[in-house]
């Protein structure tokens, strides 16, 4: 099993990131402060934090996965979308205070390669611990060609 991509909340620090990291070993560890201290200043500033999440996305012979955290979040609560080679994640959260509730909803894209089967596509969550597993094609998996002798 290999990992394919990690995919960043934030898509400009992954641009930077992508576009440092051949000049400077620190990159990555820039962009990832730059985004922990964005968090920071826009929670402490009382504006709504950002609704995207990261995941991770892996494959291996016969399938590619998309994996994500989602906490505290009830599987009735969780859409998932397959379309035009763009797996879409939805989920909405309810958190009671004191005296009211408050509703978070998260939603993710992730561009996925054309090799999916469609009609196949499954999904687990245990957890807290969403799992999207795309089958492959037949046509685009590995397949071993023996040598013949002439």
């Known amino acids: 099993m290999r990992i394919v991509r990690y995919t960043y909340p934030n898509l400009r620090n992954q641009a930077l990131a992508t576009a440092?990291?051949?000049?400077?070993?620190?990159?990555?560890?820039?962009?990832?402060?730059?985004?922990?201290?964005?968090?920071?200043?826009?929670?402490?500033?009382?504006?709504?934090?950002?609704?995207?999440?990261?995941?991770?996305?892996?494959?291996?012979?016969?399938?590619?996965?998309?994996?994500?955290?989602?906490?505290?979040?009830?599987?009735?609560?969780?859409?998932?979308?397959?379309?035009?080679?763009?797996?879409?994640?939805?989920?909405?959260?309810?958190?009671?205070?004191?005296?009211?509730?408050?509703?978070?909803?998260?939603?993710?894209s992730v561009m996925i390669s054309n090799e999916v089967q469609a009609d196949k596509v499954s999904a687990s969550y245990e957890n807290g611990m969403l799992t999207v597993t795309l089958p492959k094609k037949e046509e685009s998996k590995p397949r071993k060609i023996s040598v013949s002798v002439n």
Request: aromatic share 12%; proline share 3%.
């Open 20 to 108: 440092f990291t051949q000049r400077s070993p620190w990159a990555g560890l820039e962009s990832e402060m730059d985004q922990f201290f964005n968090a920071t200043i826009s929670t402490l500033a009382g504006a709504q934090t950002n609704n995207r999440f990261p995941v991770d996305l892996y494959e291996d012979k016969e399938n590619t996965y998309v994996r994500a955290e989602l906490p505290g979040v009830n599987k009735e609560d969780i859409s998932i979308e397959f379309v035009d080679s763009f797996l879409t994640l939805q989920a909405s959260r309810k958190q009671k205070t004191d005296q009211n509730e408050e509703s978070f909803s998260l939603n993710r």
